[in-house]
């Protein structure tokens, strides 16, 4: 099983602008993933697309073993230099490289839009243990503002053949499988503060930005430039509140 195209591409030149522009996750988010999947310093966790680490080191302070599965070399490299506690493995979510029954929990943050849903789904039920949890992790930009509501009208124009995982396509493999029941989605605020660099970075690290000719990249980001020259609640500032909308969803292996 292969990478998506714009995943291989777009992630293997950004791990930089990833690390720079990507946020983390709130603290009521991670307070309720360990305590719903039961993560403890006795614990082996499973991070699938674990990108340069925004979650996996979120949960190093528990002790817990950390495996993170990142199929892009330049992401898992920069995870490497990120977090060195962590067991890095390469391989994709549909062809997990562990023993049947090896894991106590998985988590997939800003990963699971881009697997085969039914294969990955296969293969998390294969690897965790019986009647554990896996977790899904999305920061969503925050549309109900209108600055950022006008970003994602300059990135929609890109991108098209990608998976969003804001529409909740993602959803789909769950209605459809037998191998995992829901335990409910969570909805969380956070706030990522930004310098100009930074929100460039931000956008850049869009895997189908990142993977247009460098004139059309330069395009998007002199239209972010223009956006924030001008627009009333940005204009002048030197630092910038991205709001976003972070959604949790558990689910337990049958």
């Known amino acids: 099983m292969t990478l998506h195209r714009l995943a291989a591409q777009g992630y293997a030149t950004a791990a930089d602008a990833y690390e720079k522009g990507r946020p983390d996750y709130p603290r009521a988010a991670i307070e309720l993933l360990l305590d719903a999947l039961r993560i403890d310093a006795a614990s082996t966790v499973l991070d699938l697309g674990a990108g340069t680490g925004k979650l996996t080191r979120l949960l ?4 817990a073993r ?10 898992r490299r920069k995870l490497g230099q990120m977090v060195p ?13 562990l023993p049947d029954a090896s894991v106590d929990a998985a988590v997939a943050a800003q990963s699971f839009h881009w697997f ?18 896996l977790a899904l992790l999305f920061n969503l930009r925050d549309e109900r503002v ?9 990135l929609d124009r890109y991108g098209r053949d990608a998976p969003v ?26 706030v990522q503060e930004l310098d100009l660099d930074g929100l460039l970075e931000r956008v850049a690290s869009i895997s189908y930005i990142s993977v247009l000719p ?8 002199n239209e972010i430039r223009d956006l924030v020259g001008t ?21 337990e292996r049958r």
């Open 60 to 63: 190093a302070p528990t002790g």
């Open 116 to 133: 085969h849903g039914d294969l990955a789904l296969t293969e998390i039920h294969r690897v965790l243990r019986p009647r554990r949890r």
């Open 231 to 251: 627009h009333p609640d940005m204009a002048g500032k030197v630092a910038y509140l991205f709001p976003y909308r972070t959604i949790v969803a558990l689910y």
């Open 85 to 97: 506690s962590a067991a890095l493995l390469d391989g994709v979510a549909e062809a997990i490289p």
């Open 165 to 190: 995982h804001r529409i909740g396509a993602w959803r789909r493999s769950f209605v459809d499988s037998r191998l995992f029941a829901p335990l409910g989605e969570h909805e969380f605020t956070h």
């Open 214 to 221: 460098l004139h059309e990249r330069y395009s998007v980001l």
């Open 66 to 75: 950390l495996l993170a599965l990142e199929p892009v070399e330049g992401m």
């Open 146 to 154: 209108d600055w950022v509501a006008r970003i994602s009208r300059i």
